[in-house]
């Protein structure tokens, strides 16, 4: 079975810092874009960052300079680090990825989601 497991949330006061992680398990023949997205209560789930396979990124303008995602594709894991956190960066955090698994012997292009971790930041 193919999926996402994330860790690395928690509780944190504000200014502090969180790594996210995301294993990729499976049948996985390769992964393409990786990212996090986030959704707080009462709120559109947004992407929050993203990494192609090469290392190119990019980032919601709320957490350029504070955040940085980073990738291992050796191990298909992703990061993110948080730093200088905001009360209003509370929220569920999602891992996404576009992969080719091997099922039958024959490739699919499938979208993948984490379960979620929850990073609260309040004092």
């Known amino acids: 079975q193919v999926q996402l497991v994330e860790s690395g949330g928690g509780l944190v006061q504000p200014g502090g810092s969180l790594r996210l992680s995301c294993a990729a398990s499976g049948s996985i023949f390769s992964i393409n874009a990786m990212g996090w997205y986030r959704q707080a209560p009462g709120k559109q789930r947004e992407l929050v960052a993203a990494?192609?396979?090469?290392?190119?990124?990019n980032y919601t303008d709320s957490v350029k300079g504070r955040f940085t995602i980073s990738r291992d594709n050796a191990k298909n894991t992703v990061y993110l680090q948080m730093n200088s956190l905001k009360p209003e960066d509370t929220a569920v955090y999602y891992c996404n990825a576009d992969a080719l698994v091997i099922t039958a012997g024959l490739g699919h292009d499938v979208n993948l989601w984490g379960q979620g971790t929850q990073v609260t930041v309040s004092s």
């Open positions: 990494i192609t396979s090469g290392g190119s990124t």
